[in-house]
């Protein structure tokens, strides 16, 4: 694969300080190497042109209509069933009365202004959906905090597994991985806020035949829904075969590499480090003050990752060494809680767009150049 480039002014920096907080870590773990070689872009203070796409409210028909407070957010690959290739998909976290947690509703929206939503999938099932993820085929993984569930369901909307799992408790984000490992040809890695654990779900032929608990030790919340924060905001880069996991309570970002690899109880969470056989896996990214209450997080072309703040409606882009090169405010005037969800496509700066869930709008906005 080919390596990703850090800003090199920054990245040395922070690579220093990794390298001094890996002696803290348990278990033998050593700071990863850092490339500190040609400068990447920063992507952020590139993207200076916002817009609204459209409304992510559920147009019905039945149960589920009026369905509100955008949260799991995911870009189709492929077009099959409902979905067109690159449309938005989104799942709401409240039902029309606005109570926390009862929404129960899929829906979609293309990726261009003036779009209108459309219902997906409705399921009891989906009861406080938080967060989603696309396979290759589009097959829709989700998480569902209140129902506590991470049911699958297909393109055209219908059930395709129940996926009970006595690893799921609060599940509270979600990604698709297609990297193969010894448990499976494919995976998707599910955070859950109640136990502050990660498990993986191992897929062949597009079937889940197995579920582990990879790391536990987050902070876990068991507060009501909407004051949720937990491991969440699952991120995936290929290269290197690494997780992100937005750590809310402790105001950090995590990630583990190899994390197709990394068997069960494989990493323990501590405050001050990792242990567990996986240990030297784990590394603490960045626990930079300016993260505030953080649940979404996504892969930017460039290597970089884009965290979004809901204590004060900030994305933040930090090199995979843990450098902040860029913040921007998606909405300085509301009141905060506004990001609960990103998304972000395309593979240079001039195609890069960043997608966020305004739940202050229920709207979807897109930033580009």
């Known amino acids: 694969m080919t390596p990703r480039f850090d800003h090199a002014t920054a990245a040395v920096a922070a690579a220093l300080l990794a390298l001094a907080a890996a002696g803290c870590q348990g278990g033998g773990a050593t700071a990863p190497p850092i490339n500190t070689g040609t400068p990447a872009p920063v992507v952020l203070s590139s993207l200076n042109t916002m817009r609204t796409i459209g ?51 899929i829906v979609a929206l293309h990726p261009t202004a003036g779009a209108t939503p459309t219902r997906v999938a409705q399921s009891a099932s989906l009861l406080g959906c938080d967060a989603l993820t696309l396979d290759a085929n589009d097959n829709i993984y989700t998480a569902n905090f209140v129902a506590n569930s991470a049911p699958v369901f297909s393109p055209s909307g219908a059930l395709v597994s129940a996926n009970a799992n006595a690893a799921f408790s609060g599940p509270f984000g979600a990604i698709y991985s297609p990297t193969g490992g010894p448990f499976g040809t494919a995976s998707v890695f ?31 919340n068991t507060g009501v829904p909407g004051s949720l924060l937990g491991p969440s905001g699952l991120t995936y880069d290929p290269s290197g075969d690494t997780l ?57 072309f460039n290597g970089d990752v884009v965290v979004g703040n809901t204590g004060d409606n900030n994305l ?19 009141a905060t809680g506004a990001i609960f ?21 229920n709207s979807m906005i897109v930033f580009s150049q």
């Open 316 to 334: 933040l882009e930090f090199t995979p060494a843990g450098a902040l090169v860029a913040t921007k405010n998606i909405d300085p005037n509301g």
């Open 244 to 300: 992100y996991v937005v750590d809310g309570n402790a105001n950090r970002l995590v990630a583990f590499s190899g994390a197709s690899s990394i068997p069960a109880n494989g990493i323990v969470v501590g405050a001050s480090g990792f242990t567990g056989p996986s240990a030297a896996n784990a590394r603490v990214v960045t626990a930079n003050a300016a993260i505030k209450a953080p649940i979404s997080a996504a892969l930017l």
């Open 190 to 220: 599910e955070s859950n806020a109640t136990s502050g654990t990660v498990a993986r779900m191992d897929l062949r032929g597009g079937a889940v035949v197995g579920v582990e608990t990879i790391a536990t030790g987050f902070a876990p």
């Open 55 to 105: 409304s992510t409210v559920d147009p019905g028909p039945g149960t589920g209509t009026g369905d509100q407070n955008p949260y799991g957010l995911a870009i189709a690959p492929v077009t099959a069933g409902k979905l067109t290739a690159g449309d938005l998909v989104i799942c709401n976290f409240n039902d029309a009365p606005n109570v926390q947690g009862n929404g129960t509703t």
């Open 341 to 361: 969800g990103i998304a972000a496509s395309g593979t240079s700066l001039a195609t890069q767009k960043i997608y966020v869930n305004d739940d202050n709008t």
